[in-house]
């Protein structure tokens, strides 16, 4: 038995919702109860006690093998799924900046549920789970068309160090990975141009939105000698839908990236009216901030691998990275605007595989 069939299995079953350590006894029960509830003639055949035995053995052996790590560094099989099914060494490398909160929100019988976090510098990934109740009949065809109705929300508690706080401004970038009875699986990522800390209170805001007619209101033309009424059907709000939940914990993370404050003129295709002032790269991002003026669409980093591979980024996804673009034009002092750019990686890069990182004339040894 192949390992996709063996993850299908996994997930029909409901072995490992949440990354638990493999139970033989729950994977027997979880076997006969699967086998029940098929077709009279599939029973006939898979209650034979060889075939059955095999299959549970084949299950309890396989599932450790694919998550007896992963469950005892806490990481749900989605998360795993999401960038890309990382090796055990991939994930020993996101040490420190994983964590597993497993909080959870209640309102009006819809739970959110917040499974892992893992983060570095300047963004947070969150998994979390949205459970609808069972009269909602949610499903993968139309749980795109429900959550377009669903704000979700990722924020973190200001903090200001040197200057440098979390600011509101980013990107908060939500995703459905999942849909099975029920239960949205779901990745939220937020990027920030300022820096992020440990011992902060991370706050998920996930709320259902409805739309109604406002017709309470009164709005005074621009002639003050008339008063119009609006119109109803016209004048709009939005109010509480199905639910609104908020979910607030202490953020767990340590920094496992490595940080350049670089502070040299930076040439790009023949102008360098700009300053490179720092570099930072992660297991799972890249960040330039620029000092000067908007040379973001220019940047265009050159990532050399220490197999002697290359690959530049742009400012389009591809098939290795997804981006995520930041300006924060304020003047300072020296009357000079700050630019960020941050790269995303899909999958948990080794940051010793990373030899050089290039941005117009300069060069970043990293390893």
Same mark, same amino acid.
């Given at each position: 038995m192949?390992?996709?069939?063996?993850?299908?299995?996994?997930d029909?079953?409901?072995?490992?919702?949440? !990354? =638990?350590?493999p139970?033989?006894?729950?994977?027997?029960?979880?076997?006969?109860?699967?086998?029940?509830?098929?077709?009279?003639?599939?029973?006939l055949?898979?209650?034979?006690?060889?075939? *059955?035995?095999?299959?549970? &053995?084949?299950?309890?052996l396989?599932?450790a #093998?694919?998550?007896?790590? &992963?469950? %005892?560094?806490?990481?749900?099989?989605?998360?795993? =799924?999401?960038?890309?099914?990382?090796?055990?060494?991939?994930?020993?490398?996101?040490y420190?900046?994983?964590?597993?909160?497993m909080?959870?929100?209640?309102?009006?019988?819809?739970?959110?549920?917040?499974?892992?976090?893992? !983060?570095?510098?300047?963004?947070?990934?969150?998994?979390?789970?949205?459970?609808?109740?069972?009269?909602?009949?949610?499903? @993968?065809?139309?749980?795109? %068309?429900?959550?377009?109705?669903?704000?979700?929300?990722?924020?973190?508690?200001?903090?200001?160090?040197?200057?440098?706080?979390?600011?509101?401004? +980013?990107?908060?970038?939500?995703?459905?990975? *999942?849909?099975?009875?029920?239960?949205?699986?779901?990745?939220?990522?937020? +990027?920030?141009?300022?820096?992020?800390?440990?011992?902060?209170?991370?706050?998920?805001t996930?709320?259902?939105?409805?739309?109604?007619?406002?017709?309470?209101?009164?709005?005074? *033309?621009?002639?003050? @000698?008339?008063?119009?009424?609006?119109?109803?059907?016209?004048?709009? /709000?939005?109010?509480?839908?199905?639910?609104?939940?908020?979910?607030?914990?202490?953020?767990?993370?340590?920094?496992?990236?490595?940080?350049?404050?670089?502070?040299?003129?930076?040439?790009?295709?023949?102008?360098?009216?700009?300053?490179? /002032?720092?570099?930072?790269?992660?297991?799972? #991002?890249?960040?330039?901030?620029?000092?000067?003026?908007?040379?973001?669409?220019?940047? &265009?980093?050159?990532?050399?691998? %220490?197999?002697g591979?290359?690959?530049?980024?742009?400012?389009?996804?591809?098939?290795?990275?997804?981006?995520?673009?930041?300006?924060?034009?304020?003047?300072?002092d020296? @009357?000079?605007?700050?630019?960020?750019? +941050?790269?995303?990686?899909?999958?948990?890069?080794?940051?010793?595989?990373?030899? @050089?990182?290039?941005?117009?004339?300069?060069?970043?040894?990293?390893?």
């Amino acid at each position: 038995m192949n390992n996709k069939r063996l993850r299908m299995l996994n997930d029909e079953l409901g072995l490992n919702d949440y !990354a =638990e350590a493999p139970n033989s006894q729950r994977i027997i029960e979880k076997v006969n109860n699967s086998i029940n509830a098929d077709p009279t003639e599939r029973k006939l055949f898979m209650r034979r006690k060889f075939v *059955s035995s095999v299959l549970v &053995a084949a299950l309890i052996l396989s599932i450790a #093998s694919l998550t007896v790590i &992963a469950a %005892t560094l806490g990481w749900h099989h989605k998360l795993i =799924e999401y960038f890309n099914n990382p090796t055990a060494e991939q994930m020993k490398l996101m040490y420190g900046a994983f964590d597993a909160p497993m909080v959870s929100g209640t309102d009006n019988g819809y739970t959110v549920n917040v499974l892992n976090t893992l !983060a570095d510098k300047h963004g947070i990934y969150v998994l979390y789970e949205l459970v609808c109740p069972p009269n909602k009949e949610i499903n @993968s065809l139309n749980a795109e %068309t429900y959550m377009q109705d669903v704000t979700r929300m990722l924020t973190v508690s200001e903090r200001t160090q040197s200057n440098n706080a979390i600011m509101g401004m +980013g990107v908060s970038s939500p995703k459905i990975l *999942s849909v099975k009875n029920n239960v949205i699986t779901l990745v939220n990522y937020l +990027g920030t141009n300022g820096e992020i800390y440990d011992n902060q209170k991370l706050t998920l805001t996930v709320k259902h939105n409805k739309v109604v007619d406002d017709t309470e209101n009164t709005f005074v *033309s621009g002639d003050k @000698s008339r008063v119009q009424l609006q119109v109803p059907g016209n004048a709009k /709000k939005v109010v509480k839908g199905d639910f609104d939940i908020v979910v607030s914990w202490d953020f767990q993370y340590k920094n496992i990236g490595k940080s350049f404050n670089i502070d040299n003129k930076l040439n790009i295709n023949g102008v360098n009216n700009n300053i490179l /002032k720092t570099v930072d790269v992660s297991p799972i #991002s890249i960040w330039i901030t620029v000092e000067g003026d908007d040379v973001l669409g220019a940047l &265009a980093p050159i990532i050399k691998f %220490t197999d002697g591979t290359e690959f530049q980024y742009t400012n389009r996804d591809n098939s290795r990275n997804t981006y995520a673009m930041f300006a924060n034009n304020q003047i300072g002092d020296n @009357s000079k605007g700050i630019s960020s750019l +941050g790269y995303v990686f899909d999958e948990i890069t080794d940051i010793k595989t990373i030899e @050089s990182i290039t941005i117009g004339d300069q060069i970043i040894k990293v390893s």
